[in-house]
Every structure is written in C-alpha cells, then in structure tokens.
C-alpha cells in the first residue's frame, strides 16, 4: 500500500497497515540542509527546488511532503508588504500591510498570484504532483486567517479589536481568508492533495475559547470549504495548547487536527477519536532535536501507545514545525518506528 493510499485511510479513518508518519511543514529543514537558504531557494529553478525536496524524502519516506512551506509571509508580500528573509528559519514580517480596517483594498488578494517567489513554489508543487504524487502526498501549508490577518493588520491591533472594534476585526479576517485562498489556490491547480493551515495566534496561550468561537472559527470554517470544494483534504495545526477547542475543530471542516506538545494525546483521542484524524504532539526541540535517536524513537512509541487506541486516526508527527538544526537520524527514527507500528 503507497504512503498516498494510507493517508486516504487515516482520513476515512480506517485501519492503515500501519501507523502513517509525517513532518510538519519543515520547509526549512529541508532546503538548508541542501545548502539553500528560503531566499536563495527562490532564486533557484523549481525544478531543483522540486528536487531538493523529493531527493530529501527518499532518505526520510515521510508520508507527506509539503512544497511551499516555511514561505506563508510571501502572502503578505505578493500583497505588497515587506517581508525579511533569515539565514537560517523562515522570513519576517517587517511591518502590517495596513493598519486602518476601513481602507482594505480587496485588489491586494489577487496580486499574491503575481509574486515571483509564489509561482516558483507553485511549478515546484506541480512538478512533485507529477513526479511523486501517484504515491506520496504532496501538499503546501499557509497561516489560517486569523494569524494571517494579524500579521496584516498588526497582532496588537487584532488583539485590541477584540474588545474595542469587532466589526474591524470582522473586516480584517474576511480579507485574509480571500488572500490564503488566493496563495493556495494555484497550489490547488498543481496538483497538491492536502494543505496544512497554521494557526499559532488563535492558541489557548493567546485568545480565549470564546474568541475562538466567535473570531477564528468562522473565517477558518468558510476557508476550509473553499478548499474541500475543490477535492482537498485540509489539515489544522495551532500551536500551544489548544485542549479547551478542540471539540469545535471538526466544526471547522478539518480532515485533521495537528496538535501542539503541549496538548495530551489521550484526551485528544477523548475528544477528536471517531470525529476527525489527528497528529502529533512530539516536541520539535526537546525531543526532534535534542534527543537521540533512541530517544525519538521511545518518545513516538509512548505518542502511539497514547494516541491510537484500537480506532487509527493518528498520524505520528511533531508537535509543530521543527528546527534546521534537528539531525536526519532522528527523522530517520521518528519514520521507522511509525512504519514498525501495526494497528
């Protein structure tokens, strides 16, 4: 059975042969260690690019791979922002694309399709799609809405707009699911089947279960519908801990919820088990980097023991997207002892 045909099961959640294994984004994990940058990657041919991630997963064999990741801040370039590339890691956010609610301008969606660097990504995805995607899963990965719109309009300003201007709040979280949708969308058209939508500014650390409910679940539910309509599979990831809303993510028409190590897998099994998949919680830097690979290979046999019960529905991943730094051999062990694992 190919790693594309386990994934379709761990998403019906039926029973897979074996536990399917998966990095989280790790965009910059992969093009450093092939000696590029995220900037000089852009500078490359999508062919390289393509093959830098492909040559990358015949030494991993993750499950899924994920052409585009590391770059959700070109959104906000495309849409005429400044964005500063790292060394090492992935680029900043100079400063909000706007800061006056009243004055978007619904045009600067649309211009992201236009940026050099976006359509680079998106040939690289759709060489991939073709290359590799009869039998691994190729995806792409950007901020939900509500980080997406806070980088937009400045966090503060969104976290101020909770209690003082809703309606502006309102206005900035429309506009920024019309520009994920408007970076994903050509990634849609290359071919990818999944697309990981990355939401740290809605964790429990941040905003409360009410303002989730209220705030982050709508904008994030009409993206996810948008994306589905078109056949693909659609995976959530919030950093921190995200215990008290998980119930409403399968409200959110997510195929998967990504959770953070800071989320217990049993009582995400309690809550998300038979409703949707899930994946996680392996700490990206205590254990992904840190540890050995004796001790990553422990550390995901505890995750499984915890998360898979008798029912699937887990995908063994960490609990965000891990560092540069973190050594192949600890890949290498977070795969293999997934691929041991038998339901």
């Known amino acids: 059975?190919?790693?594309?045909?386990?994934?379709?099961?761990?998403?019906?959640?039926?029973?897979?042969?074996?536990?399917?294994?998966?990095?989280?984004?790790?965009?910059?994990?992969?093009?450093?260690?092939?000696?590029?940058?995220?900037?000089?990657?852009?500078?490359?041919?999508?062919?390289?690019?393509?093959?830098?991630?492909?040559?990358?997963?015949?030494?991993?064999?993750?499950?899924?791979?994920?052409?585009?990741?590391?770059?959700?801040?070109?959104?906000?370039?495309?849409?005429?922002?400044?964005?500063?590339?790292?060394?090492?890691?992935?680029?900043?956010?100079?400063?909000?694309?706007?800061?006056?609610?009243?004055?978007?301008?619904?045009?600067?969606?649309?211009?992201?399709?236009?940026?050099?660097?976006?359509?680079?990504?998106?040939?690289?995805?759709?060489?991939?799609?073709?290359?590799?995607?009869?039998?691994?899963?190729?995806?792409?990965?950007?901020?939900?809405?509500?980080?997406?719109?806070?980088?937009?309009?400045?966090?503060?300003?969104?976290?101020?707009?909770?209690?003082?201007?809703?309606?502006?709040?309102?206005?900035?979280?429309?506009?920024?699911?019309?520009?994920?949708?408007?970076?994903?969308e050509p990634f849609i058209d290359a071919g990818v089947s999944v697309i990981s939508l990355a939401d740290p500014t809605s964790s429990g650390d941040l905003i409360s279960r009410e303002q989730f409910i209220e705030f982050s679940l709508p904008c994030l539910k009409k993206l996810a519908t948008k994306i589905k309509e078109r056949g693909v599979w659609v995976v959530v990831h919030i950093c921190g801990n995200t215990t008290n809303r998980l119930d409403q993510i399968p409200l959110a028409g997510a195929d998967l919820m990504s959770v953070d190590y800071k989320v217990d897998l049993a009582k995400a099994r309690e809550i998300l088990g038979g409703k949707i998949a899930f994946s996680g919680n392996l700490n990206p830097v205590a254990i992904m980097q840190k540890e050995t690979p004796e001790g990553v290979a422990e550390a995901a046999r505890q995750a499984i023991a915890k998360a898979s019960g008798t029912q699937g529905g887990y995908l063994l991943m960490p609990g965000c997207d891990i560092p540069p730094s973190v050594p192949l051999e600890n890949v290498k062990a977070l795969v293999e002892t997934a691929h041991a694992t038998t339901l």
């Open 1 to 184: 059975m190919t790693s594309k045909e386990i994934v379709r099961k761990l998403i019906r959640l039926e029973p897979t042969p074996r536990i399917p294994v998966s990095l989280l984004s790790a965009g910059a994990w992969t093009l450093n260690r092939a000696g590029l940058t995220l900037e000089s990657a852009l500078l490359a041919t999508p062919e390289r690019v393509a093959e830098v991630i492909a040559g990358t997963n015949e030494m991993a064999h993750c499950d899924i791979v994920w052409p585009g990741s590391g770059y959700h801040n070109l959104a906000i370039r495309g849409a005429g922002g400044k964005i500063k590339f790292r060394i090492k890691g992935t680029p900043d956010v100079q400063e909000p694309l706007f800061t006056d609610a009243t004055r978007i301008d619904p045009a600067w969606a649309h211009r992201v399709q236009d940026d050099p660097g976006v359509r680079l990504l998106v040939e690289a995805a759709r060489i991939l799609a073709r290359q590799i995607g009869s039998h691994t899963v190729v995806g792409t990965s950007q901020w939900a809405p509500f980080t997406l719109g806070g980088l937009a309009y400045g966090v503060e300003n969104l976290m101020r707009g909770l209690y003082k201007d809703k309606a502006a709040v309102h206005a900035v979280l429309d506009f920024a699911a019309d520009l994920c949708f408007a970076f994903l």
